[in-house]
């Protein structure tokens, strides 16, 4: 299936399409969730194309060694040795088949060879075929062996034994069957005619199973989030992103179709090089120069890599101006000096890790950054969790500390500087505002605008266009966005405007194309945010929406159940241990959310008239665990 797997049976793994050697090593694969088993990425080839690689490796290796011990090398050294090098820390955040492809061609020459190598066999007698299949048996098997280590025993013998079988079966049956056709091999144009035939079934095999979940051309969801980060932004914003995936597409919207230039893009991944940071130093398109506070020598190199928390009182409890601890004090060389590492170099510390952002509220309520209906604070009071800063995160700081309100500050994601309960929502992206407990709040007036006249949808409302792991999980990011904006209307009394958010939701990223169940990673985490969706329409008074989505969330946390519990013995904390619990206890509270909103509601009674939210709900709006 196309989740990221971390290690447990029922991600990310490979099947042979046959249930007696996938069961033993993964579980009962007919309890296998309907959400992953009719996904369009649970493809199965039967091991074809890995008979026909080994029987190309065999024929090679028997017919020409020195040719073979070259495809050989070049499948070790594009494979196995790049593993070996790279020596890549587990779980990485996504497949890195990017890195080894090279070992991927090298075995589709031997698939290739796989033509030729019937071809020549077939024309001999029964020897060279008991030769093929016992070489190939032995190769399978081991290979088999190899692949299954991280598993358990029984399922790896299983597997290998299987496969092996299926190997020697597949070749028996076409030598025989290309004899059969070619008069014993007398009719070379019989033989070769056939072989490519048959041989053309792994091909065709994968074309059938991958060409669904493979398919772009209807897909637009990089493009559409782009869009919906950047117009969810005040003018002359300053956006940080993380990392690629929410980067990329919207340099793309903005330097190839021309949305909102007046944005500042700042990627946080890159801002630990002082080449990325002096580049804020100038105007980009729309957008005015940032002001960082050091100095191009300052951050030279190496230079304020990482400032240390060094507390020169175990008692003091009080909170410092940002700008000047930034600036004076981990900024200066001369503060710096004072310390010295265990090698003899400078170190950069800051005393405290409790700081203040000052707040005119006069200029913050003219310029935009709060509401009418805010209650604005007197500073920013916060504490960095952290013994260290590395240099993306100061300068995040800096510019925090070097902005004073004058621009407004997104985020794509709460950022983890202490910060976040000052981050409310504003459409797609996260705004730093100078409002207490503003996190799991939403700017209601704007963001309602922006979800109704801006907001795109990836391409979900047309038919058939399918999802991957990663592109759900942003598209649940955007149905999530309308839950947050939903259950900020209910609080306000606005229920009508909830039920036609969510509805607009449901109608735009259609449940066949990103299903309201799915089994994903991170504790359930697909399942949970539908979850919330489905209580918000409840609570809106949608009860024929939030019902519908309960119980196909809950039918597929039954059938996640079921498949855990055909392997899993005892307690613990495995993976999958950890996801049984979760799916066991949002069944619980779909359960007490149906019986409270659904059995406990009269058709046409509004019996949620100033219901106050449940906690949980309130603080749903948070993406991230």
């Given amino acids: 299936n196309d989740v990221q797997g971390l290690g447990e049976r029922r991600n990310g793994n490979w099947i042979t399409g046959v249930s007696f050697a996938d069961n033993a090593r993964l579980g009962n694969q007919g309890l296998m969730p309907d959400s992953l088993k009719n996904n369009k990425s649970h493809n199965k080839y039967y091991l074809l194309p890995f008979i026909l690689g080994i029987v190309g490796l065999v ?32 779980p990485q955040p996504r497949e890195r088949d990017y890195a080894y ?9 031997w698939i290739g060879l796989a033509v030729i190598g019937f071809i020549e066999f077939v024309k001999n007698d029964s020897q060279a075929l008991f030769r093929m ?3 190939g048996a032995i190769v399978t098997l081991f290979v088999m062996l190899i692949s299954c280590l991280s ?44 072989a490519a035939v048959i041989c053309m079934i792994a091909p065709l095999l994968m074309a059938s199973q991958n060409w669904d979940d493979h398919d772009r051309s209807k897909k637009t969801i990089a493009p559409d989030l782009a869009t919906n980060y950047l117009e969810s932004c005040a003018p002359g914003a300053i956006l940080f992103t993380v990392g690629d995936n929410d980067t990329y597409p919207l340099w793309y919207a903005q330097e190839v179709k021309g949305i909102r230039p007046d944005i500042r893009v700042i990627n946080t991944s890159l801002l630990g090089t002082d080449w990325y940071i002096n580049q804020l130093r100038y105007k980009i398109n729309e957008s005015d120069p940032i002001d960082v506070i050091w100095s191009e020598e300052q951050i030279a190199g190496e230079k304020r890599n990482v400032a240390y928390h060094i507390p020169l009182s175990k008692t003091d409890t009080g909170y410092y101006d940002l700008y000047t601890m930034m600036k004076d004090q981990v900024g200066s060389d001369a503060e710096s000096k004072m310390y010295r590492s265990q090698g003899g ?9 409790r700081f203040t952002v000052s707040v005119d509220e006069n200029f913050v309520r003219q310029n935009g950054t709060v509401t009418a209906k805010d209650s ?28 004073k309100w004058k621009r407004p500050i997104y985020f794509t994601q709460p950022y983890s500087l202490g910060f976040d309960e000052y981050l409310r ?14 996190r799991g709040t939403a700017n209601v007036d704007w963001m309602l605008d922006k979800v109704l006249n801006k907001f795109k949808y990836g391409g979900a409302n047309k038919e058939g266009v399918y999802y991957d792991e990663e592109n759900r999980r942003h598209m649940v990011a955007i149905r999530n966005a309308h839950t947050m904006l939903a259950m900020n209307l209910i609080a306000a009394g606005r229920k009508e405007e909830a039920r036609k958010v969510l509805q607009r939701a449901d109608q735009m990223i259609k449940d066949k194309n990103v299903p309201y169940a799915f089994a994903s990673r991170y504790g359930n985490d697909h399942n949970e945010k539908s979850f919330y969706f489905a209580m918000t329409a409840l609570q ?29 013995t005892g307690e613990g904390t495995t993976p999958s241990e950890y996801e049984y619990q979760v799916a066991k206890q949002l069944i619980q509270a779909i359960d007490a959310a149906v019986k409270e909103y659904v059995q406990g509601v009269k058709p046409g009674a509004d019996t949620l008239q100033n219901k106050e939210l449940p906690q949980t709900i309130k603080n749903a709006g948070d993406t991230q665990k």
């Fill in 425 to 438: 929502q504003d459409g797609m992206s996260y705004r730093l505002v100078p409002v207490a407990n503003a």
């Fill in 133 to 135: 299949i016992g070489s």
């Fill in 345 to 353: 170099d400078m170190l950069n510390y800051f005393f405290s890790n």
């Fill in 59 to 90: 024929f090679q290796f028997t017919k020409r060694s020195k040719d073979g011990l070259i495809v050989g090398l070049l499948f070790f050294f594009t494979g196995l040795a790049i593993v070996l090098y790279l020596n890549q820390a587990g």
């Fill in 540 to 568: 809106a008074g949608d009860i024929e929406l939030g019902k519908r989505v309960m119980e196909s969330v809950k039918k597929d946390l039954q059938q996640q159940m079921a498949f855990y519990e055909s392997y899993i």
């Fill in 151 to 194: 598993g358990s025993f029984t399922g790896a013998i299983s597997t290998a034994f299987v496969s092996t079988a299926l190997f020697a079966g597949f070749v028996a049956a076409t030598y025989y069957l290309l004899r059969a056709v070619s008069g014993n091999g007398k009719n070379e144009k019989a033989v070769a005619v056939g």
């Fill in 101 to 109: 492809v090279g070992s991927f061609y090298a075995f589709a020459i």
């Fill in 376 to 403: 604005v604070v007197k500073e920013l009071r916060f504490q960095v969790g952290k013994t260290y800063l590395f240099k993306n995160d100061a300068a995040i700081l800096n510019i925090i500390a070097a902005n």
